[in-house]
């Protein structure tokens, strides 16, 4: 009976001892509040967690929190967080650059000219929701998360997880727990003004810190038995510092979310709050020392933490080391939520077709040029896992944008144009569901109007009319457009010259290995040039050297890698221009047929993040008998996007120098002294005259050079830049000047 009774206490005595051992165990909660770029201090409290060997059971977040938790959640490291957000650039996230080569070449040419941009309805103006759609926001999560994208229920991912959004129509909080997790995070980190709502299953989601900035109840239900917290929201400010109407909002704003934490932070085991004193919502450029802060305030409660260890049974299990998405292969591409636009268009738009096996680079391009053309309020996606082959299915949700029409605005100055202030109004699905209408209207010192019409057909030849009115004085060398007899006859050194451009285009233009565009087409072409320096009859008020209609047919061919326009660090160019002139009024008697080819190839190579050199060159030739020279290639001053054959060359001035053909080389020099401030050098060498490629003289030592040391500045209305230029030839110096973008 003895050795029974001693058995069964034996049993009670393993059994008290085996239910100590598993309550011993901690199941640890970690939640994260939003704080925007205050929450990067997240990474360092992660960083400490992970030198203790914690173990997490499970993470909520609200919005940076959100962001930061599901990564870590997802299987990264604090140190491999710290080390991605290190690599961010986090201008481009908040403003929504999207990259310039992920565009069209009418995308290009419609958007590097306009300052501001507004939508138009009903004859009113109205504001954007947001300055960014988050779409580089879901790109980075998006490549980031793509090893756990089988995973549509969170509590599944290496460590389980949920976060917190707001529904903008009823204002109640949403917890998400399954779906795509890139889109859920998003939502949740969707900053009102910042960054503009997200659609999830029929809800319009934003930041969930406007409803619960610290999930603590919430995870704590998910039965965790401690619970690590670390708080990023800013303390009430005092009447010193409420000194402007943004801060006096701000303060309103977060009595809800403090007087919240006055409770939540006596519910949180290990409450852990940094010094973010000096820090707001968007100081990402002091991201490092915002995570060291976050080091340094988690490790005044070491003793607490390790004490979570020595009573932690299951180890935290090993880290596995999450491979870099270079390429992926895209087996099938679902597109949801069209009603005017067609699959081709989307599909266009992405630049890759099912079955493809492209780099991350070039996904995310296409997926951004989708967004840039501004066609669709949201672009999302989801990529999932094939169950067929190895490879991912791509399903596309679309929302197509009610607002079709925009206003424009830019502003301009250079020494040819003078003064000018551009107006555009821009039309979509005029006539169809996927064209486009843009009208530019110029006024100053010289009006002119630019109109394009253009129905995109994505990978299929496009349809596009350009319609242009163009007029400018110049004061120029007499020998540039006047015979060497007119020369003697009128004894004069300059000529104040009116030219008058009216240039109509019907073209095609279509993708050639996804990085060209071919562009073939006809145009008519009047031309008018005057002056009133000279008169040839006593009776006449001005002197007419063309009065002339061309009819011609082109074909272009582009190529354009560049990553800016104004201020390249990398990329190639190249555009080459033929036009076959069958026609013309003839107003001088003189014209035959003939044809002008040109081209020009550029390269830019950044040396380090400081010194970019971009070196181009350019030629042109005219074939065939026509004497008329009202086409021919002029050179001369400083200036992008000029007309016809005009070309510009530092060291002399505009429209200086003439011939039926040339030959222009240049090499630039950039050094960004600090953000957006460049100082740039640059010297170019050309050879101009007539029938150079006949002669040869096209090979020989460049008859004429220049120079050119500026300044630039690159701000939201374009370049503002100022050039002294010089050239050994003239013995003489000359200022140009630029405000804004190009046009």
């Known amino acids: 009976m ?31 509040s939003g704080g925007g770029a205050k929450g990067l201090a997240h990474i360092g409290t992660l960083k400490v967690i992970d ?3 914690i173990r997490v059971d499970y993470v909520a977040g609200t919005s940076m929190g959100a962001i930061i938790g599901s990564l870590y959640a997802s299987g990264y490291s604090g140190k491999e967080i710290d080390s991605i957000f290190q690599a961010v650039n986090f201008d481009d996230i908040i403003s929504d650059n999207l990259p310039r080569k992920a565009k069209t070449f009418y995308e290009r040419d419609n958007s590097e000219k306009y300052a501001v941009t507004l939508p138009f309805k009903k004859f009113k103006v109205k504001l954007p ?9 879901l790109s980075l999560l998006t490549k980031l998360t793509l090893h756990v994208s089988e995973i549509d229920d969170f509590s599944k991912l290496p460590i389980p997880f949920f976060c917190v959004a707001t529904n903008i129509e009823n204002g109640e909080a949403v917890y998400l727990e399954s779906g795509s997790l890139p889109q859920s995070i998003l939502a949740s980190g969707a900053f009102p003004s910042l960054f503009q709502p997200v659609r999830i299953d029929d809800q319009v989601l934003i930041d969930g810190g406007v409803v619960n900035n610290y999930p603590i109840d919430e995870l704590k239900a998910k039965g965790v038995d401690i619970i690590i917290g670390v708080d990023v929201q800013d303390d009430l400010a005092t009447r010193e510092n409420l000194q402007s ?54 490790n005044k409660h070491i003793e607490e933490l390790q004490d979570i260890v020595a009573n932690q049974i299951k180890k935290k299990p090993k880290s596995f080391k999450i491979e870099p998405i270079d390429s992926l292969k895209i087996k099938g591409i679902n597109v949801n939520g069209l009603d005017k636009y067609t699959r081709a268009y989307v599909l266009g738009k992405l630049k890759f077709k099912p079955n493809q096996k492209i780099s991350y680079n070039t996904f995310q391009e296409g997926v951004n040029n989708l967004a840039a053309t501004n066609s669709f309020e949201n672009v999302s996606y989801k990529l999932t896992p094939s169950k067929i082959d190895k490879g991912y299915v791509m399903d596309v949700n679309l929302k197509e944008s009610n607002l079709n029409t925009l206003l424009k605005l830019g502003i301009h100055y250079d020494d040819l144009y003078k003064s000018a202030v551009l107006i555009n109004v821009t039309q979509k699905k005029l006539l169809f569901n996927s064209d486009v209408a843009s009208l530019d209207f110029i006024v100053g010192d010289n009006i002119r109007y630019d109109f394009d019409y253009y129905v995109d057909k994505g990978f299929y030849w496009s349809i596009g009319v350009h319609s242009r009115y163009n007029q400018f004085k110049q004061n120029i060398q007499a020998q540039t457009i006047l015979t060497p007899q007119q020369l003697l006859a009128v004894n004069v050194n300059k000529l104040e010259v009116k030219l008058v ?41 001005e002197t007419v050297f063309d009065n002339s209609s061309y009819f011609s047919l082109f074909g272009n061919l582009k190529l354009d890698t560049f990553d800016n326009k104004y201020f390249p660090n990398e990329g190639v160019y190249f555009d080459g221009d033929f036009h076959l002139y069958l026609y013309s009024s003839d107003y001088n008697n003189d014209f035959s047929e003939f044809s002008i080819g040109k081209a020009t190839i550029g390269y830019a190579k950044s040396f380090s993040k400081k010194i970019t050199a971009n070196i181009a060159t350019e030629g042109g030739f005219k074939i065939g008998e026509n004497t008329d020279r009202s086409l021919d290639f002029v050179i001369g001053g400083y ?3 000029f007309i016809n054959n005009y070309k510009s060359f530092y060291g002399y001035d505009f429209l200086s120098l003439v011939g039926n053909s040339f030959v222009k080389g240049t090499i630039s020099l950039d050094y960004e002294i600090f953000k957006k401030n460049h100082i740039n050098f640059a010297a170019n060498y050309a050879n101009i005259g007539d029938n150079l490629f006949d002669s040869g003289d096209w090979f020989t030592a460049p008859d004429y050079s220049g120079y050119a040391v500026g300044y630039s500045l690159d701000t939201f209305l374009g370049p503002i830049e100022a050039k002294y230029s010089w050239s050994p030839e003239t013995k003489e110096g000359m200022w140009f000047f630029n405000v804004g973008f190009w046009f």
Do not use: C, W
């Open 245 to 298: 109407a943004t801060k006096i909002l701000l303060q309103i704003n977060n009595y809800r979310t403090i007087n919240d934490m006055k409770i939540k932070s006596k519910k949180t085991d290990i409450y852990i709050k940094p010094d973010i004193t000096n820090f707001n919502v968007v100081s990402f450029g002091e991201g490092r020392t915002i995570i060291d802060n976050g080091v340094a305030e988690t």
């Open 51 to 53: 030198s203790l060997g």
């Open 129 to 137: 929701r947001a300055l960014s759609r988050g779409q580089n926001t």
């Open 501 to 541: 451009d009216v240039t109509n285009q019907f073209y095609l233009q279509t993708l050639f290995r996804k990085d060209f565009s071919l562009t073939l087409g006809a145009e008519h072409k009047h031309l008018k040039i005057k002056t009133e320096t000279i008169l040839t009859n006593a009776n006449k008020e």
């Open 2 to 32: 003895n050795k029974i009774l001693t058995v069964i206490l034996l049993f009670i005595s393993l059994f008290s001892f085996s239910q100590e051992s598993e309550q011993k165990d901690l199941k640890v909660g970690l939640v994260l």
């Open 639 to 641: 200036g992008n996007d």
